[in-house]
């Protein structure tokens, strides 16, 4: 079946733009999150969605990083006024349930922003 | 808060030879942890998880974990590398509650023929 996928897998912003990073998880997968992974780092949290409900934001850097899932599906990290500090690769990730360490997340292939 | 340290950011061996990726844990109560690998422009995959049952945990592969609680260590461990196997590798660990995660810096693991 079909894995997480991203959208769009690379962008390019000029300083002070917004840009708009979708994720489609699996199919049926409750839980979604998002990373950021600067480059040579680690990925770091940034939000976890259990269905519509936003239930951590508490890795977002700043106000201008926004995410949403509206329906329970498909969700869409959007930052405003874009930095150069905001450039790294974007990681969404699903899994089936809410909670619980046996829940394997499973991860898309992460959109790259470069803000020049 | 937990943590965990990836004690070697690179790793070089030769093909046939063994593999071993080094991660110490930080954590106040019983953690869950894992091994991703990342090659590269592909997603992250998970190679094998901890979670409290046995504390030798056979993954994909033919990679494996050893959890010593006495020592806070979650080493990676292979006994024979082969080239497909040239990638970075995440140690991660997670809270209780829900499945938030919290990677390493990375160990990039070379392999050379």
């Known amino acids: 079946g079909a894995g997480v996928s991203q959208s769009p897998r690379y962008k390019v912003a000029k300083r002070g733009q917004d840009v708009a990073l979708r994720c489609d998880p699996i199919?049926?997968?409750?839980?979604l999150f998002w990373y950021q992974q600067a480059l040579g780092q680690g990925p770091e949290f940034l939000t976890y969605?259990?269905?519509?409900?936003?239930?951590?934001k508490s890795g977002l850097p700043s106000d201008r990083f926004f995410a949403e899932r509206p329906e329970g599906s498909v969700s869409t990290l959007k930052i405003q006024r874009t930095q150069q500090e905001d450039s790294a690769v974007y990681l969404c990730?699903?899994?089936?349930?809410?909670?619980?360490?046996?829940?394997?997340?499973?991860f898309g292939p992460g959109t790259r922003l470069t803000v020049l | 808060a937990q943590s965990v340290t990836q004690l070697d950011s690179h790793v070089s061996v030769s093909e046939g030879t063994p593999v071993l990726l080094r991660c110490n844990y930080s954590?106040?109560?019983?953690?869950?942890l894992f091994w991703y690998v990342q090659h590269p422009n592909k997603g992250l995959q998970l190679l094998l998880k901890?979670?409290?049952?046995?504390?030798l945990v056979k993954g994909i592969n033919g990679f494996e974990a050893e959890f010593k609680k006495s020592e806070t260590s979650f080493h990676l461990t292979k006994p024979s590398a082969h080239m497909s196997d040239a990638a970075e590798y995440f140690c991660?660990?997670?809270?209780?509650?829900?499945?938030?995660?919290?990677f390493g810096t990375g160990t990039r693991l070379l392999v050379s023929p």
């Open positions: 991660v660990v997670s809270n209780t509650g829900f499945q938030k995660l919290v």
């Open positions: 199919s049926g997968h409750v839980s």
């Open positions: 969605f259990q269905n519509e409900a936003q239930l951590d």
């Open positions: 901890y979670t409290s049952a046995a504390t």
């Open positions: 954590s106040s109560y019983s953690p869950s």
């Open positions: 990730a699903s899994s089936r349930q809410g909670g619980g360490a046996d829940n394997e997340q499973f």
